[in-house]
């Protein structure tokens, strides 16, 4: 699938009505929404790091921002975790990775080009979720 399918059926993804979880970090559920994610994009070691991090940093923080960046001309990307005032509490970074979603360049309200990363996420209240589901 292209990067386009792929972020149009991810912007379809709200009111999810299963939670879903992984044997190893039961404590965490995440939603339909984060499922297809990791399906389409075959990213399920990024799912497994999300889940092993926000295990982590939750116990400190009860709202998590997980935000993925990739540049469309290189094979490396990286993950920030921050709290809800963007100061950074983790990141991880990726060599090589095969993920098919590239940060977004948005000309519409910033003339000199903001990049939004390739893919956001929450944490809230032990659940991760895409932006739509909010």
């Given at each position: 699938m292209s990067q386009n399918e792929i972020t149009n059926q991810?912007?379809?993804?709200?009111?999810?009505l299963s939670l879903f979880y992984n044997p190893f970090f039961k404590a965490l559920k995440y939603t339909e929404g984060v499922k297809l994610m990791s399906e389409l994009c075959s990213a399920n070691w990024m799912l497994v790091d999300v889940l092993a991090n926000c295990t982590l940093l939750s116990k400190?923080?009860?709202f998590i921002t997980i935000r993925v960046f990739k540049d469309e001309n290189a094979d490396s990307c990286h993950i920030d975790f921050t709290d809800g005032d963007?100061?950074?509490l983790k990141?991880?970074?990726?060599?090589?990775?095969?993920f098919p979603l590239t940060d977004q360049i948005d000309k519409s309200s910033d003339p000199d080009g903001k990049k939004r990363p390739a893919l956001t996420m929450y944490c809230i209240d032990s659940v991760i979720l895409l932006t739509s589901e909010y």
């Open positions: 991810l912007n379809q993804c709200f009111g999810s400190e923080e009860g963007y100061t950074l990141r991880l970074e990726y060599s090589y990775t095969d």
